[in-house]
């Protein structure tokens, strides 16, 4: 073969391993920005949530429902199950909004927690 023409396979391949190294990166920064996602909410909804259900069942406490420490221990082991149903109670019980996912750059993380923990979403 030509010199030209194994010069030109050579500078293919290596744009090619260039792509796909970028592309490398760019899920790494990506799954990155995930386990960030989910630290935080660990770190910061879950503590938010369960304040909302301790004041919840509080202001609910009555002869039908009892709301022992019991059932709030059961309740908030329930909701603190995973993050995904921790982000869940967030958004139910208004703790967080869509629009605050929107400007924390992380409603795509949302949908993908929710997707691959869809088997531990409350229904």
Same mark, same amino acid.
């Given at each position: 073969? #030509?010199?030209?023409?194994?010069?030109?396979?050579?500078?293919?391949? $290596?744009?090619?391993?260039?792509?796909?190294? &970028?592309?490398?990166?760019?899920?790494?920064?990506?799954?990155?920005?995930?386990?960030?996602?989910?630290?935080? !909410?660990?770190?910061? *909804?879950?503590? @938010?949530?369960?304040?909302? !259900?301790?004041?919840?069942? &509080? $202001?609910?406490? +009555? #002869?039908?429902?009892?709301n022992t420490l019991a059932h709030q221990e059961a309740t908030i082991r329930?909701? +603190?199950?995973? $993050? &995904?149903?921790?982000?869940?109670?967030? *958004?139910?019980?208004?703790? !967080? #909004?869509?629009?605050?996912? @929107? +400007?924390?750059?992380?409603?795509?993380?949302?949908?993908?927690?929710?997707?691959?923990?869809? #088997?531990?979403?409350?229904?």
């Amino acid at each position: 073969m #030509d010199l030209s023409v194994n010069l030109e396979i050579i500078v293919v391949i $290596a744009a090619i391993a260039v792509l796909f190294l &970028a592309w490398l990166i760019w899920q790494l920064m990506r799954a990155k920005h995930f386990t960030q996602f989910k630290r935080q !909410i660990e770190q910061e *909804l879950k503590p @938010k949530v369960i304040a909302s !259900i301790i004041e919840e069942m &509080a $202001a609910t406490r +009555s #002869d039908l429902l009892p709301n022992t420490l019991a059932h709030q221990e059961a309740t908030i082991r329930y909701w +603190s199950a995973s $993050a &995904a149903r921790v982000l869940q109670a967030a *958004l139910m019980r208004e703790i !967080i #909004d869509e629009q605050w996912l @929107k +400007s924390t750059g992380n409603l795509r993380n949302s949908q993908h927690l929710f997707h691959i923990e869809r #088997d531990k979403l409350h229904r």
